[in-house]
């Protein structure tokens, strides 16, 4: 289980800005959580839930231990809610359903917390409902409102809530993230660099078409450098075909960037920063057939490849001229 702790170096400006109203015990009634995915919104929400609950919270970190903080993570608290989408969006009856949970629970209990997933997704009915509810909160309430698309909120909603900004996560966090969620460890780190975004990241490894992808990069490279004519058979057997749409054609130019710049770093001595860590004596055979100058400029025809790809240029052209330019050096 997570602790304030853990999320103080991601996010240093969220995480002590509510910790000092946890501790002083003055948090707004509704925050809204932006950020994108990765970037520890749900966990916050979760913390924050604990630290209100908490029967043997030390300061402002819960135990973990006590029955609200295992109800708390698993889901059975009766005075927190977490609503998502049902299907694409939040629906009135969800908030509706909230409201009335609430009223009737009241009599119980003082507080309630409850937390709205992708809270962009309420329909306008839903975010009208939610708006009263903000307006007129039932006891003491607190609402955490998580978005990556806080441009699609309601502006009544955001003018009634403290917005925070969640910093994205680093690519060493994501890429732990990742092997949480059952990517290999060399894999995480790769699809946390090629796409700094978990949400792209997972996309990618659900098809299974990046692990393919990875192994055409290294197998077309490693030709381009030392057996030129088979990588342009590699290019039409194998690339074409896997590079179906335009996201795929420029993750691939973008797996090709990675791959220079490990080879660039293998040049620099500085092969501990290798995103191909398992490739390593590729890079060391080929780092003696080339200068820091070429790859450097193939780096460049790459940036120019990208270009004439958004331009609509063919992917089969732009490729047939990317590994011409970086055979010739
Ligand atoms: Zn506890």
Redesign the pocket.
């Given at each position: 289980m997570e602790t304030w702790n853990d999320w103080k170096e991601a996010q240093p400006q969220v995480v002590p800005m509510l910790l000092s109203s946890i501790k002083k015990n003055r948090m707004a009634h509704a925050y809204i959580f932006e950020g994108q995915a990765g970037s520890g919104k749900q966990s916050i929400a979760q913390l924050m839930a604990?630290s209100y609950f908490?029967?043997?919270?030390d300061e402002y970190e819960?135990?973990?231990?006590?029955s609200?903080?295992n109800r708390i993570e698993s889901g059975n608290h009766p005075d927190v809610h977490v609503i998502e989408p049902e299907g694409q969006s939040i629906k009135k009856e969800q908030i509706e359903f909230l409201q009335k949970e609430f009223a009737y629970r009241s009599v119980e209990t003082s507080a309630k917390i409850y937390v709205i997933n992708d809270a962009n997704k309420m329909t306008v009915s839903a975010a009208n409902s939610l708006l009263k509810f903000l307006e007129e909160p039932q006891g003491e309430t607190l609402a955490l409102l998580l978005t990556e698309q806080p441009a699609q909120l309601l502006p009544t909603i955001k003018s009634r809530s403290q917005q925070l900004r969640f910093l994205p996560p680093t690519n060493e966090r994501l890429a732990k993230q990742l092997m949480n969620d059952g990517v290999d460890k060399n894999h995480a780190y790769f699809l946390a660099e090629l796409t700094g975004n978990k949400e792209a990241a997972l996309q990618l490894t659900d098809a299974d078409w990046s692990f393919q992808a990875r192994s055409v990069v290294l197998q077309l490279m490693h030709e381009l450098y030392t057996r030129p004519d088979q990588a342009a058979m590699t290019l039409v057997d194998k690339w074409i075909p896997l590079m179906g749409n335009r996201l795929q054609q420029e993750t691939g130019l973008e797996m090709i960037v990675l791959w220079l710049r490990d080879l660039l770093y293998t040049q620099v001595g500085k092969q501990g920063n290798l995103i191909f860590s398992d490739c390593q004596k590729q890079f060391d055979e080929i780092a003696l057939l080339t200068s820091q100058r070429v790859i450097s400029q193939s780096l460049a025809n790459v940036l120019e490849a990208k270009r004439q790809l958004s331009a609509n240029v063919s992917i089969q052209l732009v490729m047939e001229r990317l590994l011409f330019t970086i055979q010739e050096g």
């Amino acid at each position: 289980m997570e602790t304030w702790n853990d999320w103080k170096e991601a996010q240093p400006q969220v995480v002590p800005m509510l910790l000092s109203s946890i501790k002083k015990n003055r948090m707004a009634h509704a925050y809204i959580f932006e950020g994108q995915a990765g970037s520890g919104k749900q966990s916050i929400a979760q913390l924050m839930a604990k630290s209100y609950f908490c029967t043997n919270k030390d300061e402002y970190e819960p135990c973990l231990t006590c029955s609200n903080c295992n109800r708390i993570e698993s889901g059975n608290h009766p005075d927190v809610h977490v609503i998502e989408p049902e299907g694409q969006s939040i629906k009135k009856e969800q908030i509706e359903f909230l409201q009335k949970e609430f009223a009737y629970r009241s009599v119980e209990t003082s507080a309630k917390i409850y937390v709205i997933n992708d809270a962009n997704k309420m329909t306008v009915s839903a975010a009208n409902s939610l708006l009263k509810f903000l307006e007129e909160p039932q006891g003491e309430t607190l609402a955490l409102l998580l978005t990556e698309q806080p441009a699609q909120l309601l502006p009544t909603i955001k003018s009634r809530s403290q917005q925070l900004r969640f910093l994205p996560p680093t690519n060493e966090r994501l890429a732990k993230q990742l092997m949480n969620d059952g990517v290999d460890k060399n894999h995480a780190y790769f699809l946390a660099e090629l796409t700094g975004n978990k949400e792209a990241a997972l996309q990618l490894t659900d098809a299974d078409w990046s692990f393919q992808a990875r192994s055409v990069v290294l197998q077309l490279m490693h030709e381009l450098y030392t057996r030129p004519d088979q990588a342009a058979m590699t290019l039409v057997d194998k690339w074409i075909p896997l590079m179906g749409n335009r996201l795929q054609q420029e993750t691939g130019l973008e797996m090709i960037v990675l791959w220079l710049r490990d080879l660039l770093y293998t040049q620099v001595g500085k092969q501990g920063n290798l995103i191909f860590s398992d490739c390593q004596k590729q890079f060391d055979e080929i780092a003696l057939l080339t200068s820091q100058r070429v790859i450097s400029q193939s780096l460049a025809n790459v940036l120019e490849a990208k270009r004439q790809l958004s331009a609509n240029v063919s992917i089969q052209l732009v490729m047939e001229r990317l590994l011409f330019t970086i055979q010739e050096g």
